[in-house]
C-alpha cells in the first residue's frame, strides 16, 4: 500500500488549497478514505472522511462548509479542496487508508 500526498503550500488567509492523494497497492474503489491533519504540539485529527463511492462525507466541525472532500476511483484518488483558510488550519496533513498512512504534507496558513 501507498498513500502520496501532494498539494500543500504556504497560503494567505482566506486562500484556497487543493490536496490530493495518490493511492496503489488495494483496490481503492472499495474502501472508504480520510484525510487527517497533525498541528505542532496537538494530537492528530479527522479532518474529512468519504465512503467508497463518494457518496457519503463526514467533517470536523472546525471545517464544516469550507472543506470538501471528494474522489475519483478511476484515477484512484481522494482530493481536499480547502477554501477559506484559517492559520488554525495550519498542520501537515495525512491521507488514511485502514491502519495505512501517508507522509503528510504541509500547509501554512499566514499573511
Known amino acids: 500500500v501507498q498513500l502520496v500526498e501532494s498539494g500543500g503550500g504556504l497560503v494567505q488567509p482566506g486562500g484556497s488549497l487543493r490536496l490530493s492523494c495518490a493511492a496503489s497497492?488495494?483496490?481503492?474503489?472499495?474502501?472508504?478514505m480520510s484525510w487527517y491533519r497533525q498541528a505542532p504540539g496537538k494530537e492528530r485529527e479527522l479532518v474529512a472522511g468519504?465512503?467508497?463511492?463518494?457518496?457519503?462525507?463526514n467533517y470536523a466541525d472546525s471545517v464544516k462548509g469550507r472543506f470538501t472532500i471528494s474522489r475519483d476511483n478511476a484515477k484512484n484518488t481522494v482530493y481536499l479542496q480547502m477554501n477559506s483558510l484559517k492559520p488554525e488550519d495550519t498542520a501537515v496533513y495525512y491521507c488514511?487508508?485502514?491502519?495505512?498512512w501517508g507522509q503528510g504534507t504541509q500547509v501554512t496558513v499566514s499573511s
Open positions: 497497492g488495494f483496490q481503492f474503489s472499495w474502501f472508504a
Open positions: 468519504i465512503g467508497n463511492a463518494g457518496l457519503k462525507t
Open positions: 488514511r487508508y485502514a491502519n495505512f
